[in-house]
Structure formats: C-alpha cells, structure tokens
C-alpha cells in the first residue's frame, strides 16, 4: 500500500494501558503517552518521557518505546472498540505532553473517526494555536495546572509560566467548560493548602465548572 502523508506522522510512544474506567475520561478507555515534555517537575509521575527515545547512534528505539504511525495505532487498539461505542470512551491521550504530538491526534482522529471520544491529558503549556488545532479534535481535557501563582509553578516545573493564563483563557473562550476538568494539586514542599484555594478560586470566577484538589505523593526530586 503506498504511504500516505498520515503515515509520516510517527509519534514515539511509551505505553498503551487498556480498559480503563473512571480516570481517563468518560467510558471505557485506552490510555496512550507519549514521550517528550516540556517541563521538568520536580515529582515527574512519568520519568520515562524525558529518557533519550533512540538507543545511542542508532533510529533503533530504545527497549520499550514504540514508534507508530496514527493507522498503526488505531489497528493496534481497535480491538476494544466494541467497548468504546458501548461506554461512551475511547482514547485518552497522555505523556509526557500530547499536546507536542498535536499533529498526529489530529491524524489519528481523521481516521477513527467520530464513534470513539478523545481526551487528552495536559498542562495546557503552550502557544494557543495548538489549543486551537486539538479543540477542533479533542472531546475532553483534563488539565493539571500545577500551579497558577508563576512563582511556585516556575519552582516546581523549572520552566517560566508563560502561557498557562492566556492558554486558560483560550480554551474557556472556545471549549463548552463542561469538556475540561481542572486538576489543582497540593504539591508537598511547593504550596500550600492556601494556594490551592486560591487557585481553585480564581478557576471558578474564570468560568470553570469541573475543578478537582488533588494531592502529589513526594517522589525523589530531579537532579
Ligand atoms: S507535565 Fe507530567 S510528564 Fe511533564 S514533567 Fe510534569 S509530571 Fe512529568
């Protein structure tokens, strides 16, 4: 078959975590990640993102990332579509950060079409024509701000907080807010029980509805 400008759209891919229910969006779901993120925090739940995706001087991946194309991954998780179409779920994709694999979930949702929902987990930490691109594709988000005071999300993520309020209020502005839950953790040593609120607050006066506390466990610090 010859290949299509989709198939050119490879995303290096850390896990594939079948039948999920009650964390990844609505229904029974696939939980895709990706490798790559742009930030570094300091209680990264996904350490394996940042790890280097192609075994030393080689394009051979490294033992347990796969390098797929949108159609290999479709072919590869259709298998619980029948689950998907009956819950109301789908593909949850996360990372790492899935929103730098914009291109392919785009890709991917040309070809399932509309019978599977897509939900992407994300930082919302980037320019507002990516929010544009996956608001056309992606039927829920699930956003963990980390922080909205810059001071402690520049503390805890070790990136300069440039573009979370203005990509909030992208998505606000384009996205039904019943679509987005909004994820404010407690982050030991980072902030407090105050900021929280704070930013729980400040989520709700900017028209949120879905806004959840949640609480990081401590894991060894980044170098
Ligand atoms: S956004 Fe997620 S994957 Fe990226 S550094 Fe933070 S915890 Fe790790």
Redesign the pocket.
């Known amino acids: 078959m010859p290949e299509t400008e989709t198939d050119k759209v490879i995303a290096p891919i850390f896990g594939i975590s079948r039948l999920r229910m009650g964390t990844d969006g609505s229904g029974v779901t696939t939980l895709v990640t990706f490798m790559g993120?742009?930030?570094?925090?300091r209680?990264?739940?996904?350490?394996k993102?940042?790890e280097p995706i192609f075994k030393s001087e080689s394009n051979t991946p490294r033992d347990g990332i796969l390098l797929l194309s949108p159609q290999t991954l479709y072919n590869r998780i259709k298998i619980d579509n029948i689950y998907f179409c009956a819950t109301g779920g789908g593909v949850c994709f996360?990372?790492?950060?899935p929103a730098l694999q914009w291109k392919f979930i785009k890709a991917f949702r040309a070809i399932c079409g509309d019978k599977w929902k897509i939900t992407i987990e994300?930082?919302l930490?980037y320019p507002e024509d990516i929010i544009r691109e996956l608001s056309a594709v992606v039927d829920y988000w699930i956003i963990?701000v980390?922080s909205l005071d810059p001071e402690i999300f520049e503390k805890y993520?070790e990136v300069p907080s440039i573009h979370l309020s203005r990509s909030l209020e992208v998505l606000r502005n384009i996205v039904d807010s019943e679509k987005v839950t909004i994820k404010i953790p407690l982050i030991p040593k980072f902030n407090s029980e105050n900021d929280v609120k704070q930013s729980f607050i400040r989520m709700k006066d900017n028209g949120f509805r879905n806004i959840k506390r949640v609480k990081y466990i401590i894991r060894p610090l980044?170098k």
């Not at 993120?37 to 925090?41: D, E, F, N, R, V």
Request: aromatic share 4%.
């Open positions: 993120c742009l930030l570094k925090c209680y990264c739940l996904n350490e993102c940042h996360g990372g790492g950060e994300t930082c930490h963990d980390k993520t980044k």
